[in-house]
Each structure stands twice: as structure tokens, then as C-alpha cells.
């Protein structure tokens, strides 16, 4: 049907989530590995699948094991492998579209690379301790909202 398979899509953003981690453009990783920005920025939205010796490539570059791009891929992804679809596999359910994770947003990415870069770790850990605090009056504000709503 022409619509990337979740599988692409997912190592794709695993490829970007890495690049981003390490401050890395789609141009550098792309002249590392001998192609064009355009290409890698293709292969990070699942448009263009990676093959496997371009995968090891990229892998070393951006300092991690092949196995790393599928990582944490959960069953329904993994459910739209060309051998599932097929029915050889063991899952049973029709898998559904690849929806991006927080993990995969750029800002979320930024916010890890800066955490890390703070050099006074009790300060690192006193700001981890209020994004916490502040998620949480979030989560309790909304279910005070949603049951006022019932």
C-alpha cells in the first residue's frame, strides 16, 4: 500500500533518537556514511528501508550495537514483519501504525542531552527531582478535571 512499514519507522527513529542523543546533525551522520542528508532523513522517518550493511554503518558511527535499533520494539511493531503479515509468525493480532513515543521527540531528546551536560550532578538530580514534582501536580490537576467532568 506504499505506507512505510512500523518496523522501518521504528529503527528510522531509533537512528534519529541516537543521532540527536549525541549532537549530531542529519548532514555529519550522512558524510560518515557516505550519503546525502536527504537519504539519512529518509532512512529516520521509515521512508527508505535500511539495509542491514548500511545499519551496521550507521551503528558504528552513532557508537551502538545493531541490536540497539530494535530494542524495546513491542509486538504490535514487530507484528508487521513481512513474516507475520505472511502468517508464519506467532502473533496473532493485526498490528497497529507506529506512533512516535516521547522518547522519539526531538525536545525530549534535547532535554536528556542537557541533563547529562550539567556538571554538578545534586544539581542534575535536585532538577530531575522538580520535573518530577511538577509531572505530578500536572497528572493530579488532570484528574481532578476528569472527575469533576463524571
Known sequence: DGAPN???VYV??????RRTLLGMSQEKL???????FQQVQKYERGM??????????????LE???SFFFEDMDDQIAGASPR?????GELAEEP????FDPMTKRETLELVRCYYMIPDRRAA???LDLVKAMAASAESENDENDESAD
Open 6 to 8: 512500523p518496523i522501518d
Open 12 to 17: 528510522g527513529a531509533r537512528v534519529k533518537m
Open 30 to 36: 550522512g558524510e560518515q556514511i557516505g550519503l546525502t
Open 48 to 61: 527508505n528501508r535500511i539495509s542491514a550493511s548500511r545499519l551496521f554503518d550507521i551503528g558504528k558511527v
Open 64 to 66: 551502538v550495537p545493531i
Open 84 to 88: 507475520m503479515l505472511a502468517g508464519a
Open 96 to 99: 497497529v501504525a507506529f506512533n
Open 125 to 127: 538530580k535536585r532538577l
